[in-house]
């Protein structure tokens, strides 16, 4: 976790948020209400920090695989699903440092460099935003990662989020394309 005053404050008001039945909307609202908020550099379609790899709950891996087979045309999701698979194949005995410094797209994320199932996403991603678009892009360019510069409230409460899912759900985090290979 950043180091920063009251990091246990906000990962505590993210673990809080992580009980709520509708989770996402409860993290979103934690996590905007960080004081750091205004000062983000996050925009639609930068897509640095989608090239690392994420960690998903299985309940998380559930509503993503929901999300998809229910919003994507069956086309696009047949393409997705090879994708997913080939790229799950891929990565067979590659641990998480390697496959963060090959950098590679996450399955979900689209031509267009968004992701396809945002309202979706899991808390690894809601919960990262960045303060410095040029950090992101010089931790992309393996210059510096993680990147110095994230919200470091909103990054705490994400944090606690995730450990609420977690402890509800097997006790575990999954690697989203390895999670996702087993589900779609
Ligand atoms: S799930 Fe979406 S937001 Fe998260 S890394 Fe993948 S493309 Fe980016």
Known sequence: ????????????????????????????????????????????????????????TRGELDTLATALRRDLSDPTYDRLVERVRRSANELRGVDEKTQAAQR???????????????????IACRGWNSLSRNAC???????????PSPDAQA?????????????AGDGTTHELTRGL???L
């Open 137 to 147: 892009e010089a931790g992309f360019r393996g210059e510096a990662f993680p990147p």
């Open 104 to 122: 590679r797209r996450c399955v979900l994320l689209g031509d267009d460099d968004r992701c396809i199932a945002y309202p979706a996403r899991p």
């Open 1 to 56: 976790m950043p180091e920063t005053s009251g990091s246990q404050a906000w990962f505590y008001r993210g673990l809080e948020a992580g009980l709520e039945s509708d989770v996402h909307a409860a993290a979103d609202r934690v996590i905007a209400d960080s004081p750091d908020a205004p000062n983000r550099e996050c925009t639609s379609g930068c897509a640095f920090c989608c090239h690392f790899p994420v960690g998903a």
């Open 181 to 183: 290979a087993a589900l």
């Open 155 to 167: 990054y705490a409460s994400g944090l606690g989020v995730h450990e609420a899912l977690r402890r």
